[in-house]
């Protein structure tokens, strides 16, 4: 395991260095491609000092595509995780709202063009639903549905169906597996090991759902990604070294 002093040591002034970076960065390219390339480096940069080696399936995944990227949440090390796994694909992040006050980090985030979402007021979230939509013309939106950590996968929120039935576009379900024994969500203590990113196929969904049907559309995703979830456990204990 490693000390949280040595890790963080590093870490803080290696993210608020990219941070600034990022912020430079995106006066010269309003798309936030290029920021959020640099965040990609980050992403890489933060795995090799904590140790952990990502392992990614990327199946029939299309960089290209623009999708609705739903993710299950296990820890706050899925941020680098996934900004290593989605390398060579563009997409922005939603957030709680709150992480965009963090001085720099909230600044950068801002500057990609990654979406907060006030999860407090229901009124503002539907405007935040329609700003990410705008947003992210050029990029994927990757959501955690579940809208909190959790070791085994949660159930899911509803704002995420309605982004995704409102956008229009194909719905592709990605499993994490690991990154709650890296970094567990009561801990600060960083674990080196193996995680997994799965990519499972675009599912199609203009048409097939309506407002009305936003339910549906989340017992249909829950269960395509939770009948999947003991595989990628098992998927990912074979990768091990």
Not at 54 to 73: A, C, E, R, S, T
Not at 87 to 107: D, E, M, N, T, W
Not at 151 to 165: C, N, R, V, W, Y
Request: hydrophobic share 45%; net charge positive.
């Amino acid at each position: 395991m490693l000390s949280i002093i040595p890790f963080y040591l590093f870490f803080v002034p290696l993210t608020i260095f990219f941070a600034i970076v990022v912020i430079i960065a995106s006066f010269f390219d309003r798309s936030g491609n290029l920021s959020n390339r640099i965040s990609i480096f980050w992403g890489g940069l933060v795995c090799r000092l904590a140790g952990v080696r990502v392992q990614v399936d990327h199946g029939d995944f299309d960089p290209d595509g623009k999708y609705i990227l739903m993710v299950n949440h296990q820890s706050w090390f899925d941020i680098p995780v996934l900004l290593v796994a989605l390398r060579g694909h563009q997409f922005r992040f939603v957030a709680k709202q709150s992480l965009f006050r963090i001085p720099f980090f909230g600044q950068a985030m801002s500057r990609i063009g990654y979406i907060g979402i006030d999860r407090e007021n229901p009124r503002r979230g539907i405007k935040s639903i329609q700003e990410a939509i705008a947003k992210s013309e050029h990029a994927s939106i990757l959501i955690f549905p579940e809208g909190s950590r959790f070791k085994q996968l949660g159930d899911f929120k509803i704002g995420p169906m309605i982004l995704a039935i409102k956008s229009g576009r194909p719905v592709v379900p990605v499993l994490i597996s690991g990154t709650y024994a890296v970094l567990p969500k009561d801990s600060w203590r960083i674990r080196p090991g193996s995680v997994a990113v799965r990519i499972f196929p675009a599912h199609d969904i203009k048409g097939a759902y309506t407002l009305k049907e936003r339910d549906r559309l989340k017992e249909d995703i829950w269960k395509i990604m939770h009948e999947h979830s003991k595989e990628t456990d098992e998927w990912l204990d074979k990768k091990r070294p």
